[in-house]
């Protein structure tokens, strides 16, 4: 009910729904609740138990009435309510009982307000222009910084197994921790997707509700569908059944992309290449998108070859190279001069292979940035997270230059892995 985390859908809301135990009651409420517009029919008999297993079915109402008279235990019953309530809802409960204590437990487990009963309709109609004013009233906290601009960005990995996942969550961890706003993290591998995992989250079904039924995503199905990791990042993800094919015409995505703007301030997407191929489209609202590769010749063809594609597909979008899991001593395939000759670009940053934090993120179920904070490898990614939050007020595509064909650009490297090779051989 009063929820630390809250998706901004107010106004998608059903204005008010009330669950009441006897006509005298409704009585009271039907001439403030016609007066406020809202539908008489909105109200139900059958108390706080019928709320519970309407709200179970259905979505919340802004503001909510429930009847608590034939409640046998008073504080279990709104717990249960609790359960089923999406945040942001206002609840007003009324009942027979008059008990300070029991006031302020009610007040402390997310109740707006008690009303003893019998009424007056002069009450009732104070109670709700209140619970109107907490609906409507000044936003707190993130919600001040809400004018900023939206940052949507995407993180894909040029090859299995580069790190794209790795970098996406400590992204998004770091938008919230670091810079204070809520973000969302959507990701779309729906059979094989780490986002959920690297949290230590269950993902639940949303992803996969979503694909299957896209005309029912809307801000209520956010909030029912995401699973929170913290008070300013939640989870989209999926571990769809492996099976049955998942059908998908790209229609969720866009639809989700769109959601995630109104409800927060950063989305960070998680977008396996064969998504991009066959949904070109959920590109093109992208303001940032990290290219993530290691130094290998595959990844520096597959580097080449994304960055043409880029450039067609969502030229709006400002591209970081970066490349992950560089090891501090020892040769690479590729050095970083010749990654960088062949792709015609610098690389943006170097994220360092330390595997025993890795390995420690993993069994924590925490954020690899997380784990690394005061380690130069946590320093790396605050740099990433900062330039990224910047592109939201830049845009535009980085990286022009020249464009040779993808035969002339590896063809450079070769001499220099024969070179190499001859070296150790000698």
Known sequence: MNAPFQIRSSALKEPFAGYVCDGATAD???????????????????????????????????????????CGDPLNDINALAEVCEPGTVVIAAGMVNDVRLYRDLVASGIQDYLLKPFSVDQIRDTFS????????????????????HLMCGVIGVRGGVGASTIATS????????????TALL???????????????????????????????????????????????????????????????????????EEMKGAFECTVIDVPRHVMVQHPQLMQDMHATVIAADLT????????????????????????IVANRVPQT?????????????????????????????AQAAKLGKPLAEVAKGNRLGAQY?????????????GGAAGAGKTRSLLGKLSDLLPARKARSADAGS
């Open 297 to 320: 010749l595959a990844a520096t063809r597959d580097t080449i070859r994304m960055l043409s594609w880029l450039k067609s597909n969502a030229p709006q979008t400002r591209i970081f």
């Open 330 to 358: 020892g040769q690479t395939e590729v050095s970083r001069k010749d990654f960088e000759t062949s792709i015609e670009r610098r690389i943006d940053l170097c994220l360092n292979l330390d595997p025993k934090l890795a």
């Open 171 to 182: 992204c998004a961890w770091l938008f919230g921790e670091k810079h204070g706003r809520t």
């Open 28 to 70: 009271v409420l039907k001439p403030v609740v016609a007066e406020l517009g809202w539908a008489v029919e909105k109200i139900q008999t059958g108390g706080l138990r019928a709320a519970v297993q309407a709200l179970s079915v259905s979505a919340s109402p802004n503001i909510l009435f429930v009847d608590m008279s034939e």
């Open 130 to 149: 209140h619970a109107q004013m907490v609906i409507s009233g000044p936003r707190h906290g993130a919600d001040l910084v809400a004018d900023r601009p």
């Open 382 to 394: 605050l740099d990433l997270a900062g330039q990224l939050i910047a592109s939201s007020d830049i």
């Open 187 to 257: 990701d779309l591998d729906v059979h094989f997707g780490t986002g959920a995992l690297a949290l230590d989250l269950e993902p639940g079904r949303g992803l996969t509700d979503a694909i299957e039924n896209p005309g029912r995503i809307d801000g209520l199905f956010l909030e029912r569908a995401m699973v929170k990791a913290n008070q300013r990042l939640a989870v989209l993800s999926a571990e769809a059944s492996i099976a049955v094919p998942l059908v998908n015409d790209g229609a969720a995505y866009f639809q989700l992309q």
